[in-house]
């Protein structure tokens, strides 16, 4: 049975970077896999919004896609952008599906109601791009909650949601009430009113789709428990599949997206 362990030291609880002492290391190699990928096969790079940071990459597969994955990437909100994460369509990539990477305006220069609202015009427009095909919303850490976002009543419109066949939270946040009084909350700026609104675990989903609840089994307790209760809490409601990646902590967990015969890939396209 899996075991979370008891959270004393909230902050730690939270603080990967303090319990992945390599993680310098692990943003350099995004970076460098990342362009490597890019320059072998280029993205075309589309706006969905007005602002700069409103601009995603997507890549198409030979022949008509099996369906499209929008993957939003992760940095507490306030860090990173999608030329950190190309990489990871490799996997999809090769299993046929066409990729799209969003960049997002960063915490504290929006809210976090602005920025879900869009993360989600974001999903919209790279839905109507490549239409007619299995829609996929999936994110790690920060991009993990927006995508659980992207799940509940009113996130996305009737033709839209209809296409939704699977939610992939990756080491997501879905409870943001424990980030309340924390140090990080101090540049997020996280109100009382948005920790309750905002949260996943604390909405019904909506929609006939799969959630995934994927996280590193290495990871800091509090992100192990955020992944295994958003599978609970919406458990009743769709079907859930829930799991751990062993050796793999909150900075590796998304590598294997990379590969097409990884587990985490399998997961993210249905086999």
Known sequence: MQKIDRIDDWAASVDNRAAVPAHEEHFLNWGRRAAAFRAHTPPQTLSYGE????????????GAPKGLVVFLHGGWWMNFDRSYFSNLAGGPLTKGWAVAVPSYTLLPNISL?????????????????????????SGHSAGGHLSAMCGVPGALNEATRARLARIVSISGVHDLRPLLGLPVNDVLGITEDEAQALSPALLRPDGDF??????????????RRQNALLGVAWGGYVTTHTGEAVVQDHFTVIN????????????LVGG
């Open 51 to 62: 602002s700069e940071r409103e601009t995603f990459d997507l890549w198409m597969p030979e």
């Open 210 to 223: 799969e959630l995934v609840a994927w996280a590193g089994a290495e990871e800091t307790p509090e992100f």
């Open 113 to 137: 109601t602005g920025l879900v609202a869009q993360a989600r015009g974001a999903v919209e427009t790279i839905a109507a791009t490549v239409p007619d095909v299995p829609l996929v919303v």
């Open 256 to 267: 294997p997206l990379e590969d097409p015969n990884s587990a985490i890939t399998g997961l």
